[in-house]
């Protein structure tokens, strides 16, 4: 069982910008592709960011790209995410998610392990 613990969320206006962190459990971390979603009230969890466990290969959804960085650091057993240019539609909860796998994908289904989440408010 891979523990997953996400911080660095909070309150921050338009513009600014935001590192979210993501804590595993598991040695192991190092063979996983990690991801970031997002979900809002009522919605569906959507896919926001992927990154190959080596961290060479990364992936983004049109929405944030651009704005936003996912990276890793193995050694460390954390992933990352820098959001930049935040806007008030970013506004939700966010999530990181482990695969047991090495490449990355964006559909929820295909992750094994989740965080609980953090908030993130950006105020107009």
């Known amino acids: 069982q891979v523990h997953l613990v996400e911080s660095g969320g909070g309150l921050v206006q338009a513009g600014g910008s935001l590192r979210l962190s993501c804590a595993a459990s598991?040695?192991?971390?190092?063979?996983?592709?990690m991801g970031w979603f997002r979900q809002a009230p009522g919605k569906e969890r959507e896919f926001v960011a992927a990154?190959?466990?080596?961290?060479?290969?990364?992936y983004y959804a049109d929405s944030v790209k651009g704005r936003f960085t996912i990276a890793r650091d193995n050694a460390k057993n954390t992933a990352y995410q820098q959001m930049n240019s935040l806007k008030p539609e970013d506004t939700t909860v966010y999530y990181c998610a482990a695969r047991t796998r090495l490449a990355i994908n964006i559909t929820t289904p295909t992750y094994d392990y989740w965080g609980q989440g953090t908030q993130v408010t950006v105020s107009s």
């Open positions: 990154i190959r466990w080596s961290g060479g290969v990364t």
């Open positions: 598991e040695r192991t971390f190092s063979s996983y592709a």
